[in-house]
């Protein structure tokens, strides 16, 4: 027969196992309701920070179209603008001041050419 600290012995054991084993499953549980809060909570918060990010990719959008037609716009009213400078200017002479010099040109395009040239040399001459 089996003596009797060895049954009190694997009684104690086995009660032991049990004790442990039900804090295992009720840390277990514990731990798993509290991951699934944290998963909720923290799912809220990147489903409203996607929200927001949408928003303000959605805002970029309409301004940068916005952009887009008001360059659009202003580019055309340029390109008008000039057409009617060279139009009122072609054929006409112009004068270049240079050196204290007047020197008049043929036409607007020579004029224009010749400032070319002049901003062109001094930029290169400040660059230096």
Request: aromatic share 8%; proline share 2%.
């Amino acid at each position: 027969m089996i003596p009797l600290l060895w049954i009190k012995g694997i009684i104690a054991a086995i009660v032991i196992s049990m004790v442990t084993g039900l804090g295992y499953l009720g840390y277990s549980k514990v731990k798993n309701i509290g991951y699934v809060e944290a998963e909720t909570k923290y799912l809220k918060v990147i489903e409203e920070h996607n929200i927001a990010v949408a928003a303000k990719i959605d805002s970029l959008e309409k301004s940068s179209n916005e952009l887009i037609s008001v360059y659009t716009k202003s580019n055309s009213e340029l390109t008008k603008t000039v057409n009617k400078v060279v139009y009122g200017l072609k054929g006409k002479t112009l004068t270049i001041v240079k050196n204290g010099e007047c020197l008049p040109t043929k036409t607007f395009s020579d004029s224009f050419n010749e400032i070319n040239r002049t901003v062109n040399q001094n930029m290169k001459e400040s660059q230096k």
